[in-house]
Structures are given as structure tokens and as C-alpha cells.
């Protein structure tokens, strides 16, 4: 999980995104976005992808560190 955000955070700083949403997996498909909105990650993944921000999901253990 690490080395995917770490390469995601990279990739963000090559890339375009004009910001960086972290968001939160609650399971069964579901994400928890940063204003406390709930979707679907394919949802949560097409519109963040829509609006050029890098969407980064991790799990609620690795929200706590």
C-alpha cells in the first residue's frame, strides 16, 4: 500500500493534477471523500478523473498513522 501512494504522490507531481484528494475506502466498493461525501470508487474514481485531480484511496488503518 505504501509504494502505491508513494507512486501515486510522484505521479502527481509529474503529472497535470491541479490538486490532490485523498479519500478513505470503507469497504463493499464504497469511499469516503474528503468533505465526508460517500460513493462508489468507480464513481469517486471517474468523476475525480473528470475534474483532473489525482484521487488517492487509502484503507481507515492507514488514515489513523
Do not use: Y
Amino acid at each position: 500500500m505504501r509504494r502505491d501512494l508513494r507512486h501515486r504522490l510522484l505521479a502527481a507531481e509529474i503529472g497535470d493534477s491541479k490538486r490532490i484528494e485523498i479519500w478513505i475506502d470503507q469497504g463493499h466498493g464504497t469511499v469516503r471523500g474528503p468533505h465526508g461525501e460517500q460513493v462508489m470508487r468507480k464513481d469517486a474514481v471517474a468523476r475525480q478523473h473528470a475534474a483532473g485531480t489525482c484521487l488517492i484511496i487509502i484503507s481507515e488503518t492507514d488514515a489513523r498513522l
